[in-house]
């Protein structure tokens, strides 16, 4: 291929025309015979050289050629020369038309590595300016590309790191995986998001997480590896600091509950003595005392009483992690336990506890399920219409992954902007004179519910009866890591 002179597009396209005008006269001196009409492929090759189109040129070409047959001279017969025309112009076309394909072949080409040199550069700036450290390193470990996010996270520059070996960046006292991650990249394996610790360049330790490439030559044979870095060292610190947190509120959950526990039932003691005093001076003076005093004493009396109540009451509520232990629970056997502690209530109170379909078996603490179930159904007993016999109702369905339990009653009901209210601990919405209790109950509930991985809410409407639901995660027993969804006992320090 002839190479492309300096020469103005101007002062070739002038060539060209001479070398043309030439060819034509050349041709017009000498008798028909002659083929004359292959130089034509001079100006053409040439039009070709220069990047100019030849298309037009092909065209004058084969319009001379035909118009010097018709000019009358004495040589062959005009069939001779009519066929050796008509060949020469087929021949002229071919030529400019493998030309023409060559050229398209060239430009594609020259486009295609254009293209690709652009590429190639944008992904040189891309690696150049990313935030990444992106280090390329030969299969014997040696550092041979170091961009500008590997300066800053490691602290040397390119010229410091460049030619030296990749360990630099492993701490003392740390393993050198390096060789063994290199033996397994010539192997042509992918290593990602591998996290390690790396030392920069002041000695300050940093955790980073790493992806390496095999890198291959322009023979496909693997040369060397790119390696990826990403700095996660306050990732880490936040990891340490969450479980660090975690841990301290493990143990002061724990501290609190072994309080709440000792608290409430020391205290039981010294209340019981004084209502005993408080009983014992009402029986021994009620003839020596007025109205007055035997009113007050009977309010110290209630009191005291009220006070057993809230303490037994706060004493259930810290024993929720005390359970009997975590294993498998038919909970129909749960219900039948829960009614029959119940019995007495149900009885006075006329009403009917309902099982609607089968109960499930679960995984969880026994004890602390069949108070979940007598409070709930208790509830819904005590919280009745008047002159209406309670009806309780308790179901359970698969939904997902959970088992959905739920407790339907037809008693007053609850105005929906009290949903959240009635599962804080001591909170009521009714005066002890209409309601006993202590306001303990549902805040129990629903730390048992809590305590085995599911939730529990209420639907409901004032005067429209009362649902409450809960999940129980549908599970067989954990493993022996403890993986799984469900009953946390262990890690409430059970």
Known sequence: MWKKPEIPPAVNAAIIGAMTIAVFLLDHSLPLGYSIWLLYLVPIAYAFSVRMNILYLTAAATLLITIEFFIARPGVSPSVSLANRSLGIILLWIFSYIVMKRRHAEERSMMARKESEELRNRLASIVETSDEAIIGKSLDGVIQTWNTGAEEMYGYSAGEAVGRPVSILVPPGYPNEIPKILERIAKGEHIGHYETVRMRKDGERIFVSISISPVKDENGRIAGAATIAHDITERKRLEESLRNTLSELDRSNKELEQFAYVASHDLQEPLRMVSSYVQLLARKYSEKLDGKALEYIDFAVD????????????????????????????????????????????????????????????????????????????????????????????????????????????????????????????????????????????????????????????????????????????????????????????ARGG
Not at 342 to 366: C, F, H, M, T
Not at 392 to 398: K, Q, T
Not at 413 to 438: A, C, M, N
Request: charged content about 25%; hydrophobic content about 35%; proline content about 5%.
């Open 303 to 490: 009191g005291a009483d009220r006070m057993k109540k809230l303490i037994e009451g706060l004493l259930a509520y810290s024993r929720v992690s005390r359970g009997t232990g975590p294993g498998k629970v038919n909970t129909a056997d749960i219900f039948d336990g829960a009614v029959s502690n119940l019995r007495a209530s149900i009885e006075e109170n006329q009403a009917a506890v309902i099982k609607e379909g089968p109960l499930p078996e679960v995984y969880g603490d026994g004890t602390q399920l069949l108070q979940l179930f007598q409070n709930l159904i208790g509830n819904a007993i005590k919280f009745r219409r008047p002159d209406v016999p309670p009806v309780v109702r308790v179901s359970a369905g698969r939904k997902g992954q959970d088992w959905v339990f739920a407790i339907k009653d037809n008693g007053i009901g609850i105005d929906p902007k009290y949903y959240d209210r009635v599962f804080l601990i001591f909170q009521r919405l009714h005066s002890r004179q209409e309601y006993p209790g202590t306001g303990i109950g549902l805040a129990l509930c629903k730390r048992i519910v809590e305590s085995h991985g599911g939730r529990i809410w209420i639907e409901s409407g004032q005067g429209s009866g009362s649902a409450f639901f809960f999940t129980i995660p549908a599970q067989e027993e954990p493993d022996e890591y403890g993986n799984g969804r469900g009953y946390r006992h262990s």
